[in-house]
């Protein structure tokens, strides 16, 4: 059962902009097997950026991300976030429903919009991952890396704030797998370019992404790196020199 604290769980519009986007507090989260998946873990993402969690298999690296947007329940612990979360999964075909990217995108997009503004900001969203044009492309036609494109554009549809990856490239080819960390990598920027004919005042503002990956090579990428133990995130340090210290990590997919 939920405990009474998540109450105040908070998405967007309800905090000040200075609030950090994501607080996490003494979380706790065991299945019903018994099985303890996180343990009082506390940390918070202080700006907008990209941060990325690294761990092996078993540590709470997804089970931490499904608590942050709602898809489990903690036992115990606060979780706060300053804008709206939205989850990316590591298989793309497990996310996009519709047959068409235009299609998908708009089953993201807020309600109360018109004719005219959902077709703008299914435009906008496609365009913000580089797949402008393609609203009546069939998906079952997209490479690997543009249904993960499509994917984020889903959740950028959505207005979300917190994009939360799990393992997103892990099914890439190496060239797709550049491309989506330097997608997101663009979208963290503190001032992400929008597409033509389209203003700054449209975009959905500062965007945290909270990457969970098992590349090593990616943490070269990100603004601060942590690695996740018996179920507790550690201090945020510099990606390469975490890179450094960590030989090797037995990751794998699958993981809870």
Do not use: Y
Request: aromatic share 2%; net charge positive.
């Amino acid at each position: 059962m939920a405990a009474d604290s998540l109450s105040n769980r908070s998405q967007a519009g309800a905090s000040h902009q200075a609030d950090p986007p994501l607080q996490v507090d003494q979380l706790r989260f065991v299945w019903p097997s018994g099985q303890v998946a996180l343990d009082a873990c506390s940390f918070a993402i202080p700006r907008p950026g990209l941060w990325m969690l690294v761990g092996g298999n078993g540590s709470g690296k997804s089970t931490l991300l499904r608590l942050i947007t709602g898809l489990l329940e903690p036992n115990s612990g606060q979780i706060r976030c300053s804008g709206k979360p939205a989850l990316v999964f590591q298989n793309p075909d497990h996310q996009l429903l519709l047959p068409s990217c235009g299609s998908d995108v708009q089953l993201s997009l807020p309600a109360g919009l018109s004719t005219a503004q959902r077709q703008e900001q299914i435009a906008l969203a496609l365009e913000q991952v580089g797949l402008a044009g393609l609203q009546q492309r069939p998906i079952h036609s997209l490479s690997g890396g543009q249904k993960q494109r499509l994917a984020v554009a889903g959740a950028l549809a959505s207005r979300a704030q917190l994009l939360l990856l799990d393992e997103p490239t892990a099914l890439l080819d190496p060239d797709s797998q550049r491309d989506v960390l330097a997608l997101v990598r663009q979208l963290c920027s503190p001032t992400p370019k929008p597409g033509p004919g389209l203003t700054q005042g449209s975009l959905p503002g500062p965007i945290t992404a909270l990457w969970i990956t098992h590349r090593l090579d990616e943490l070269d990428h990100c603004d601060g790196a942590a690695l996740v133990r018996h179920g507790r995130v550690g201090r945020w340090q510099d990606g390469s020199a975490l890179r450094q210290r960590l030989n090797r990590l037995p990751l794998g997919r699958g993981e809870r």
